[in-house]
C-alpha cells in the first residue's frame, strides 16, 4: 500500500530537548516536504526536499533542521524545540512533477511545554 | 501572506443539499488542488485542475478554475454526513518551484444527517 508514515503520533516534549520526528515513504517519490498546521493559519511549509541531498527552506524555517540521506526518509529534527513549535506536523510526498498530487503522512501532534 | 485564501471558513448544510467552496489567489499558478482532512488527521488529495483547465469532476465533486479571476471553486453535489471534514484549496507552483503546495485556511463542511 502506498503510504507516508509518520513517527510518533503524538509527543510531549520539555523546551529545550531535542527531538527527531521521522517521515518515510514507499512510493519512490522525489519531492518531500513538511508542513505545520496551526489553528486559522492552515498549513504552512517549513522545509522541502526536491531529491536526496537535496533540501531548502519553506516559508517558516526557523527552529528546525531536516535531511535527506535516503530518498525515502526525510526526518524534521527540532535541536530545541520551544513552546511557539507546538503543532500538527505533516510530511508529504510527491512524484515531484508540474501536476502531481500530495500524499500525506496522518500527522505528528507536538506539544512543548 | 498565505495565497489560496478559502470562503467561506464555515460551511453548514443538511444532507442532500450541495455545498460550494471557493478559494482565492494571488499570484500564478500551474496547478490548484482540492485536499479534504477529517478532524486532525491527514490530508487527502480530492482533485486537481491544471492552469489551462476550466472545469473538472470526479464523482459527486466539480472544480472550476477561472485564472483571469484567479479563483477556484469545489461543488461536492448530493452532500452526505461522511463529506463533514475541513476542505483545503493548495496552490500548485511551476518553475523551480514545482512541487511546492501554498495552502489556503480551508473551510470547515459540516453535513447534518
Known amino acids: 500500500e502506498a503510504q507516508v508514515t509518520q513517527n510518533p503520533r503524538y509527543l510531549i516534549t520539555v523546551t529545550g530537548k531535542k527531538l527527531t520526528v521521522t517521515c518515510s515513504q514507499n512510493?519512490?517519490?522525489?519531492?518531500m516536504s513538511w508542513y505545520r498546521q496551526d489553528p486559522g493559519l492552515g498549513l504552512r511549509q517549513i522545509y522541502y526536499?526536491?531529491?536526496?541531498?537535496?533540501?531548502d527552506k519553506g516559508d517558516v524555517p526557523e527552529g528546525y533542521k531536516v535531511s535527506r540521506k535516503e530518498k525515502r526518509n526525510f526526518p524534521l529534527i527540532l535541536e530545541s524545540p520551544s513552546p511557539n513549535q507546538t503543532s500538527l506536523y505533516f510530511c508529504?510526498?510527491?512524484?515531484?512533477?508540474?501536476?502531481?498530487?500530495?500524499?500525506f503522512g496522518q500527522g505528528t501532534r507536538l506539544t512543548v511545554v | 501572506s498565505q495565497q489560496g485564501e478559502e470562503d467561506p471558513q464555515a460551511l453548514s448544510i443538511q444532507e442532500g443539499e450541495n455545498a460550494t467552496m471557493n478559494c482565492s489567489y494571488k499570484t500564478s499558478i500551474n496547478n490548484l488542488q482540492w485536499y479534504r482532512q477529517n478532524s486532525g488527521r491527514g490530508l487527502v488529495h480530492l482533485i486537481l485542475?491544471?492552469?489551462?483547465?476550466r472545469e473538472k469532476h470526479s464523482g459527486r465533486l466539480r472544480v472550476t478554475l477561472d485564472t483571469s479571476k484567479k479563483s477556484s471553486s469545489l461543488l461536492i453535489t448530493a452532500s452526505r454526513a461522511a463529506d463533514t471534514a475541513s476542505y483545503f484549496c493548495a496552490r500548485g507552483a511551476g518553475g523551480t518551484s514545482y512541487g511546492k503546495l501554498t495552502f489556503g485556511q480551508g473551510t470547515i463542511l459540516t453535513v447534518h444527517p
Open positions: 526536499s526536491m531529491n536526496v541531498e537535496v533540501t
Open positions: 508529504a510526498s510527491s512524484s515531484g512533477g508540474l501536476n502531481t498530487e500530495a500524499f
Open positions: 512510493m519512490n517519490h522525489e519531492y
Open positions: 485542475i491544471r492552469s489551462n483547465e
